[in-house]
């Protein structure tokens, strides 16, 4: 499913004009951009969780050549499901 696909479902399910959904999807989207940027955890009750993670530095070989080197230390998104959308994924 693609982002104007998504959008179009909002629309049908709430009864707001497709520009309104668009507008109201990337709002939620920066919203938990901006969350996750500031170190926040964004949590819907029974669909899941938003969270930064840190990954640790770690060695790693380069394909071409298998000389190794070291891939640094970053912080990633993840998302941990809910016991909501397990059991509706089931």
């Given at each position: 499913m693609t982002k104007s696909d998504f959008v179009d479902r909002v629309a049908a399910q709430s009864g707001?004009?497709?520009k309104d959904a668009g507008t109201a999807v990337d709002a939620v989207i920066a919203s938990i951009e901006d969350a996750l940027k500031s170190?926040?955890?964004v949590s819907f009750t029974g669909f899941g969780k938003f969270h930064v993670a840190q990954r640790g530095a770690r060695e790693g070989r380069n394909p071409r050549t298998g000389e190794t080197m070291t891939i640094a230390a970053s912080k990633?998104?993840?998302f941990t499901?809910?016991?909501g959308l397990k059991?509706?994924?089931k």
């Open positions: 707001l004009s497709k170190g926040e955890e990633v998104p993840r499901a809910g016991s059991k509706a994924v």
